[in-house]
């Protein structure tokens, strides 16, 4: 499949198409179960504190994270090498089930972060590493805390888009998008509970 149905009955709300695609969908899964995959994602997941190179220094991520599916990769090889992931739990699978018949597109990895408070964050990136492939895909799917989402544009600095992300919400990125622009959870002083964010992706393992 090419896409979202935009005249679906899960209709997204289509939040950018220049340079790229972003949609956003609300209320995901019925209430309760969006709390019970937090809450067990919470207690059951082998969450770490990888580290990353950069200017030649090795630097803690301020996040946790961890990698299910059928595989996952490493920041701190520079998303090179393949590690071993978790097995999806068939919460997870019913997850992934609802967010490919939303989106129209099919995942085989899944990258969890767990934003502790509100001092961990992600700074401006693209997820544009040789093993998602070209035009990559990204199901980011968010449980949790509200926590603000940033794009920017590479060229145009003056394109800007914030958005609060809620619990049970879905944002997609797609098309050229992780060309032309980056994205970031910022700090915030703001007292701000524990939020999990669950990005489904294609990993191609060549």
């Not at 030649?56 to 994270?65: H, I, T, V, Y």
């Not at 920017?152 to 809620?166: F, R, W, Y």
Request: proline share 5%; net charge positive; charged share 15%.
């Amino acid at each position: 499949m090419s896409g979202p149905d935009l005249f679906s009955a899960a209709e997204p709300i289509v939040v950018n198409t220049v340079d790229g695609l972003i949609y956003c969908w609300l209320d995901v899964l019925p209430l309760d179960q969006a709390d019970a995959l937090f809450h067990q994602l919470s207690r059951q997941s082998a969450w770490q504190q990888e580290s990353i190179r950069l200017y030649g220094k090795s630097l803690a991520q301020p996040r946790l994270s961890c990698w299910f599916g059928k595989h996952g990769v490493s920041a701190a090889s520079g998303y090179n090498n393949f590690s071993p992931a978790q097995p999806y739990t068939q919460s997870l699978t019913a997850l992934k089930t609802t967010i490919e018949q939303l989106t129209g597109y099919h995942y085989n990895s899944t990258l969890a972060n767990l934003y502790r408070d509100g001092q961990d964050s992600v700074g401006y990136h693209a997820d544009d590493e040789p093993v998602l492939g070209k035009q990559p895909v990204i199901a980011s799917f968010s449980l949790g805390s509200t926590r603000r989402f940033l794009v920017k544009h590479n060229a145009k600095q003056q394109n800007t888009i914030k958005m609060d992300l809620p619990h049970n919400s879905l944002v997609l990125m797609a098309g050229d998008l992780q060309q032309h622009w980056q994205h970031a959870i910022g700090k915030t002083t703001k007292p701000v509970g524990p939020r999990i964010n669950l990005t489904f992706r294609y990993l191609n393992k060549t």
